[in-house]
């Protein structure tokens, strides 16, 4: 396995949009629609968390982040190895996080950093455990400058049954080289700039204040 295009930090269709930007609209109305999305993600170094926060801003919604029964290592090397032996055995690692009635949201948000060139392993559990027929899927990712690789090919494969829209990918961090949370500051701004104008592409306006 290339190391180097390995745990890059942290991850087209269109559709009509899932509410209409009303200059009328209530708190409560506002409240009730920012209810209708969930934002799930896992993240290692921050980088997906941070694209997850600016999603939430834009759009509203429940944040969600994936955590496993037993974490993965600390070291780099050993979540290397982990990691690596799970893909190549078609594990996937039992989740602490449940999301009940997920049935429920309009929109499923899927966040996930580059791991292998792969989905990880983790979001692969999530998406095994919550039956998301019906639901409208939207894939966003961090990586450390390799992309996506194929996971948004395999979040359409496991989501066979459920609108996946385009996807949103953007560069993070590199752990490998000691590049932990990149998307601060300044950066920061240019990715929020970038989920603005995808938000926009793929139909998702924002919510009113």
């Given at each position: 396995m290339d190391r180097r295009r390995f745990l890059q930090a942290g991850l087209a269709a269109t559709a009509a949009p899932l509410w209409s930007h009303s200059t009328g609209e209530t708190s409560a109305q506002?409240?009730?629609?920012?209810?209708?999305?969930?934002?799930?993600?896992?993240?290692?170094?921050?980088?997906?968390?941070?694209?997850?926060?600016i999603i939430r801003q834009e759009v509203g919604g429940t944040m969600v982040r994936l955590e496993l029964e037993t974490p993965y290592p600390d070291?780099?090397?050993?979540?290397?190895?982990?990691?690596?032996?799970?893909?190549?055995?078609?594990?996937?690692?039992?989740?602490?996080?449940?999301?009940?009635?997920?049935?429920?949201?309009?929109?499923?948000?899927?966040?996930?950093?580059?791991?292998?060139?792969?989905?990880?392993?983790?979001?692969?559990?999530?998406?095994?455990d919550h039956d998301l027929r019906g639901t409208t899927v939207i894939p966003f990712n961090t990586n450390g400058g390799y992309g996506v690789g194929s996971s948004f090919r395999t979040v359409e494969a496991l989501c066979p049954e459920s609108t996946v829209l385009e996807g949103f990918s953007t560069r993070g961090g590199l752990e490998r080289d000691g590049i932990y949370l990149a998307i601060k500051g300044e950066r920061r701004n240019e990715v929020h700039a970038e989920v603005t104008r995808w938000l926009e592409r793929i139909q998702m306006t924002q919510p009113v204040d």
């Open positions: 506002a409240e009730t629609r920012a209810k209708n999305v969930v934002i799930a993600y896992l993240t290692r170094t921050g980088n997906t968390k941070a694209v997850a926060e070291d780099y090397e050993q979540i290397v190895s982990q990691v690596d032996r799970e893909n190549e055995q078609g594990y996937v690692p039992p989740l602490k996080t449940k999301v009940d009635g997920i049935g429920e949201y309009d929109a499923v948000f899927l966040g996930f950093p580059t791991w292998d060139m792969r989905l990880p392993p983790p979001m692969k559990s999530f998406l095994h």
